[in-house]
Structures are given as structure tokens and as C-alpha cells.
């Protein structure tokens, strides 16, 4: 069963699109990591959320540990309000199995 994590992005007033451009633009080598399925930011006004979906914990800690994400974060580090909010969702599929699901 896929891991799927919603990370929650606070920037510091003023530095939502440094921000986003800063996330978006380490994605592809993200998209490039094995095992990841999705790795897709959306905003708001004030926020910035990534939903990424990894094919098994093994995959996940290796991209943890990797280079792409320690890039990332030293990229953001600056322009951060507060450390980002990794939260683990469980599926509650519903109707078409691949709709209902990420």
C-alpha cells in the first residue's frame, strides 16, 4: 500500500511565491526518485501543500535521506515561518477505486 503524506508550508509574509518557486523547482528530480508515485504542490493565499504519494516505506525513507530533499530544504529553510507540517493520511476510498483514492 502506497504511503501518502500532506505537508503543510508556512511562509514568512511576502515569501509565499519565493517559496513555491523555490519547492517546484527541485521537483522534477523528486519525480526522477524510485518509488515516487505523487509529489504535487497546490497553494492557497497564504500557504503552500504538497501531497506526495511514495510505494512503500522503503521509498519513502530513501528520499528522506536523499539528495533532492536536502536541497529543498536548504532552498526553503530561509523563507519558512515555521518547520513545515508533515502529516500521514489513511485512505477512506469511496466510489471508483481510482478516483477515491491518491
Known sequence: MS???LVEYT???G???ELLEALTSGAAAVHAEA???KYAFH???EKVY???SWADKDALEAHANGEPIKALRAATQDLLAEQASITPLRPAPSGDPQKGTI
Open 15 to 17: 515569501k509565499k511565491d
Open 43 to 45: 497553494s492557497t493565499k
Open 3 to 5: 504511503i501518502v503524506l
Open 50 to 52: 504538497l501531497i506526495e
Open 11 to 13: 511562509p514568512l509574509e
Open 35 to 37: 518509488g515516487c508515485e
